[in-house]
């Protein structure tokens, strides 16, 4: 059972747009920013939105974050073939005093 | 840029102990945090504890406390994750993941990781 909830799956057509969503509480999303990882099959985890909605250098700006009270959520637009992956939100919890993470959402492009 | 290095997969008894490795290049890294996180098959991502070197001391996930011992060897940059009285449901993968240290915001490089099968 993950501390920050997430659907397992999503899905969309090249092209589309998909947002994954990300509910936590109080002392981890409600305070505290909100990073999103992208993990694609048989490789480790890769930061891909910190502080809620900043892309590392390298990520495209199809890859977009929100947050909002104790939840956030990942944009991608112009869906491709590639980000075909498994994605984590993550925060850090003040009451755990440690990381916790979503249970991870599949992204299926059709 | 920094560079996590981990030690290779192990195989180990139920009951036994696994200890992986962690080299780190590039930054700081007596002042950044080392976490573990593992995943097991076809599961997610599990934050198994931490450790900041300039600080000493490690803090770990309330599931593991009496388990796990996370230290850090300045002199060599290395991180070590002990793992004890292993089982079954401990097969995973075991990934050492840095973040920026007091206040971190993110996690944010990962090592290749290290499968400990069980």
């Known amino acids: 059972q993950s501390v920050l909830t997430q659907p397992p799956s999503a899905s969309g057509t090249p092209g589309q747009r998909v947002t994954i969503s990300c509910s936590g509480g109080?002392?981890?999303?409600?305070?505290?920013?909100v990073n999103w990882y992208q993990q694609l099959p048989g490789t480790a985890p890769k930061l891909l939105i910190y502080t809620n909605n900043q892309r590392p250098s390298g990520v495209p700006d199809r890859f977009s974050g929100s947050k909002s009270g104790t939840s956030a959520s990942l944009a991608i637009s112009g869906l491709q073939s590639g980000d075909e992956a498994d994605y984590y939100c993550?925060?850090?919890?003040?009451?755990?005093?440690?990381?916790?993470f979503g249970g991870g959402t599949k992204l299926t492009v059709l | 840029q920094v560079q996590l290095v981990q030690s290779g997969a192990e195989v180990k008894k139920p009951g036994s102990s696994v200890k992986v490795s962690c080299k780190a290049s590039?930054?700081?890294?007596?002042?950044?945090?080392i976490n573990w996180v593992r995943q097991a098959p076809g599961q997610g991502l599990e934050w198994m504890g931490r450790?900041?070197?300039?600080?000493?001391?490690?803090n770990y996930a309330q599931k593991f406390q009496g388990r796990v011992t996370i230290i850090a060897d300045k002199s060599t940059n290395t991180a070590y994750m002990e793992l004890s009285s292993l089982r079954s449901e401990d097969t995973a993968v075991y990934y050492c993941a840095k973040d920026g240290g007091v206040g971190a915001a993110a996690i944010d490089y990962w090592g290749q990781g290290t499968l400990v099968t069980v």
């Open positions: 450790i900041i070197p300039i600080l000493g001391g490690a």
């Open positions: 109080s002392s981890n999303i409600g305070s505290n920013t």
């Open positions: 590039g930054g700081t890294f007596r002042s950044y945090g």
């Open positions: 993550a925060a850090w919890d003040d009451s755990l005093f440690g990381w916790v």
